[in-house]
């Protein structure tokens, strides 16, 4: 990335208005938008604002290290770009940049399996770990088919999303009558909401990769993850774009940190969108971020260098924040670092993080 590239991107309040000029209002309301009355879309932010950190001060915080261990691999922050389909509707490259802009930075990416290039294309292009996700949409023989391609591929974790029984009513696209590509020749859907904690039994005994299930929301469900073996608990609630009327994703994650105890990683994600956010969820217990909405505006703003520049700005005030906080790594991070219940000072959107953009039309 040359030094005019970086000058060009300073905040991440103006890659956010550069991916607003750029797409189309189809392809910006489903970026943006989350299921009926966008209530779990809300939360997942002001679960976030109503979280406050606690500082310690005369630490010795000169150097800070914001690198962990992911997999096998050290990675130089613990977040990555989550899973999100139609990625090719932001950028023509779709996952492929993706893959292009995480690894140059030092991230993981989770491809969708609802994302082109897929597995293989994704795979060439990548540079640093990789996860694939899966919606079933087919039997068993086409389940273990798509994991050996992820396995051959290279990819360090497989994840099933498992909070997509049924397809929710994302009322942006339903009001301007947008049916993104692959929704509108989607198969199988019959056979997502079929699934079982027997399908995570038999997926663990057949394929040797670590197994992550996306979508966990309670504690319960954790606990059964654990029992069945899942490497990876993946607290979300698909960006507010599922079942409404839900929690926040971080009001959700220390109910999992309690009944995981330890047997197995957590990941969350949830309208993380500043250094402070990972800060918070890294304290309470998860050991990854996914980054949503976040990275896609990179991608759309300016492809796999959108990509890495929304990462290094986001690295700066991750430091920043980590040091203020009084530590200097993410290994010094705990609960008592956070308070709860902190009054909120903007109202919940899916762009409050950010008070300095400025977008005509609101665009959220």
């Not at 261990?69 to 509707?89: K, M, N, Q, T």
Request: glycine share 10%; proline share 4%.
């Amino acid at each position: 990335m040359s030094a005019n590239e970086e000058e060009r991107f300073l905040t991440l309040h103006e890659i956010v208005k550069a991916a607003r000029n750029k797409v189309t209002p189809n392809v910006w309301d489903y970026l943006t938008g989350g299921t009926e009355t966008e209530t779990t879309l809300a939360r997942n932010r002001m679960a976030l604002d109503t979280v406050a950190l606690r500082p310690r001060v005369l630490r010795n915080v000169s150097n800070v290290d914001t690198s962990v261990d992911f997999f096998g691999h050290r990675i130089r922050l613990p977040v990555f770009a989550a899973p999100v389909g139609s990625l090719e509707s932001f950028e023509a490259g779709g996952g492929a940049s993706v893959a292009k802009g995480a690894g140059a930075f030092g991230v993981p990416m989770m491809l969708s399996s609802v994302s082109q290039p897929g597995i293989e294309e994704t795979a060439a292009a990548a540079t640093g770990p990789k996860m694939f996700q899966l919606y079933v949409r087919g039997d068993h023989d086409w389940q273990d088919e798509i994991a050996r391609r992820a396995i051959a591929a290279g990819y360090d974790a497989f994840a099933i999303t498992v909070d997509t029984a049924h397809y929710s009513r994302r009322e942006r696209d339903i009001a301007k009558r947008f049916v993104k590509t692959w929704r509108a020749y989607n198969t199988g859907m019959d056979i997502q909401a079929a699934l079982s904690w027997d399908d995570v039994k038999r997926f663990k005994d057949k394929h040797r990769i670590p197994l992550i299930l996306k979508g966990i929301g309670t504690g319960e469900d954790a606990e059964i993850a654990c029992q069945h073996g899942v490497d990876v608990i993946y607290v979300s609630n698909h960006g507010g774009r599922q079942l409404d009327h839900g929690r926040g994703s971080l009001d959700v994650l220390p109910e999992v940190v309690q009944a995981v105890a330890g047997r197995a990683k957590i990941m969350v994600d949830g309208s993380v969108s500043r250094g402070t956010d990972i800060v918070k969820a890294i304290a309470l217990g998860a050991d990854w971020v996914g980054l949503g909405r976040l990275y896609l505006y990179g991608l759309a703003a300016d492809g796999a260098d959108g990509v890495r520049r929304i990462l290094e700005i986001l690295e700066d005030e991750t430091i920043k924040a980590l040091g203020l906080t009084g530590v200097t790594s993410f290994g010094q991070l705990n609960a008592s670092y956070v308070h709860h219940g902190a009054p909120p000072v903007a109202v919940p959107h899916v762009h409050s993080a950010f008070p300095l953009l400025n977008l005509a039309d609101r665009g959220y």
